[in-house]
């Protein structure tokens, strides 16, 4: 029957939107990872990046520097695939009633499909040289996913508030004792560390380490009111206010190549 086929069709162009829409998305966490951002940052940007409508995902894009020709391609994909939405099976009723007029239907949807596969693999060509800046190859990450045999569900990442309570703080080593790590407990119990611009969720329990005490930190907790996203003058340069006894963890980087620092006084 050809109305199986049309709706083939149609959900076809619907997954090239989806797949396009990813690409835009991915194109505003490009920038962070130029800075150097942790695992757990980019889970919260995708986390972040991924509830934006088309039109969202397109005003960020506007601080990017895309050249026109591609920004032109990107209005009419949003064009198009609000159209696909909100708008085709309306518009297009009585061609999808009429068995005379379907098969223009099955012309129109791939006609849409194409034009989605080609601005996908434009996109997709920034992300790949990416991958190569980084020593990732991309086939490796696809087979290590499909490996699994099914599709592993989003890790949720905790969204920080404007205010949180500390109830501990303490400096963690790891990479075998070479770096040593600042993390704060909040009143949920759940840990948190350092990211480019402030806090942001850490698994403490899948990070192989050991907790090293910070005395001047006694008699501190809890902290009430405390900011964990503070103002940033740039990346991985910024100051947490403790809020007791004058204290304030500052973090410091010189040069996107160079480790953050960070030190409590």
Known sequence: MIEK????????????????????????IFPYLEVGITKTRVDDLIQEKSKLTVGQLKR???????????KERVDKFHETRDFLAHSFWWERAVEFYRPDLQPKLIVELNEYTEEFEALNEELSGHWEEVLKRYNLNLDDII?????????????????????????????????????????FQLEDLSYCTLCDVGLVPIDIENVKGER???????????????????????????????????????????????????RIE
């Open 143 to 183: 087979e290590e996913t499909i490996s699994n045999g099914r599709t592993e569900p989003f890790n949720e990442v905790r969204k920080m508030s404007k205010n949180e309570t500390i109830i501990d703080l303490f400096s963690y080593r790891i990479n075998n004792g070479k770096g040593l790590i600042p993390v």
């Open 212 to 262: 090293v005490e910070l005395d001047i930190l006694n008699g501190i907790f809890p902290i009430y009111q405390f900011q964990p996203r503070p103002k940033v003058e740039s990346p991985w340069n910024y100051t947490l206010d403790l809020k007791k006894k004058g204290l304030k963890l500052i973090v410091t980087r010189i040069g996107n190549a160079e480790p953050f620092k960070w």
């Open 5 to 28: 086929e049309i709706f083939a069709y149609y959900g076809r162009a619907i997954y090239m939107a989806q797949c396009v829409e990813k690409e835009l998305m991915n194109h505003l």
């Open 60 to 70: 960020e894009l506007k601080d990017l520097d895309l050249d026109s020709g591609l």
